[in-house]
């Protein structure tokens, strides 16, 4: 079945440092591919998403850009901040034969210190 | 525009006892998705509602179960309690529009079995 794969962490980084968490994925068809932020004790925030390939989604200073070549759907911020510490999930939409259903990711959490 | 809304925030419940989660979409949102995340296992997804009707569930047990009111509002059932059943339970909804629609999260409810 369809599946995402992220790098687990936990991610420790200063402020103003670049981040990259990596997601792969496995799927039939065509997924569409989000990102989740999970901030402590709270439930999951839109983050940005990306619904074919070559797209890029972009929101806070995030991005991530829907690889079809490589499976991948890696998350990128320039220079991360205190607020920016959560855990993050990468997703797929599995909506074949009639499913509608988010996978998840194990989740990365991040850490930024000042 | 308020978001998905949960019921009750924490709930502790004993073995073998039943416990009732509510969840009210976006207004407007005609799906609604029940997720768990428990400790260790990660997002896993539970049962899809739309327009009333249960469309597709995950790999749990029948003791799993729920509903969608007319007016999109959505119950999760759990009969006969286990501690592996603590967990924080994540509903989520969608404008159900077409395939791949972006879910929308709740803040969860913390489900404690002891």
């Known amino acids: 079945g369809n599946s995402v794969t992220q790098m687990e962490g936990p991610v420790t980084l200063s402020e103003e440092a670049f981040l990259t968490i990596n997601c792969t994925y496995t799927?039939?068809?065509?997924?569409?591919l989000f990102w989740y932020v999970q901030y402590p004790g709270e439930g999951l925030q839109l983050l940005l998403k990306?619904?074919?390939?070559?797209d890029k989604g972009s929101n806070k200073g995030f991005e991530a850009t829907y690889r079809k070549e490589t499976t991948s759907f890696h998350l990128e911020k320039g220079s991360v901040q205190v607020s920016d510490s959560a855990v993050y999930f990468c997703?797929?939409?599995?909506?074949?034969?009639?499913?509608?259903?988010?996978?998840f990711g194990k989740g990365t959490k991040l850490t930024v210190n000042p | 525009e308020a978001g998905v809304t949960q019921s009750p925030t924490h709930l502790i419940k004993t073995r073998g006892q039943q416990a009732t989660l509510r969840c009210s979409p976006i207004?407007?949102?005609?799906?609604v998705y029940w997720y768990q995340q428990a400790l260790g296992l990660g997002l896993q997804f539970l049962l899809w509602?739309?327009?009333?009707?249960?469309?597709n569930r995950g790999n749990f047990p029948p003791r799993f179960s729920g509903r969608q009111f007319p007016n999109y509002s959505s119950e999760l059932n759990v009969n006969a309690l286990e501690l592996e059943d603590s967990a924080l339970y994540l509903c989520?909804?969608?404008?159900?529009?077409?395939?791949?629609?972006?879910?929308?999260f709740g803040p969860g409810t913390r489900l404690t079995v002891l």
């Open positions: 989520a909804s969608s404008s159900g529009t077409g395939v791949a629609d972006t879910q929308y």
């Open positions: 799927a039939t068809g065509y997924p569409s």
């Open positions: 990306a619904t074919k390939a070559d």
């Open positions: 997703a797929l939409s599995d909506y074949g034969g009639g499913s509608e259903k988010l996978v």
């Open positions: 207004s407007g949102h005609t799906s």
């Open positions: 509602y739309d327009e009333g009707e249960e469309r």
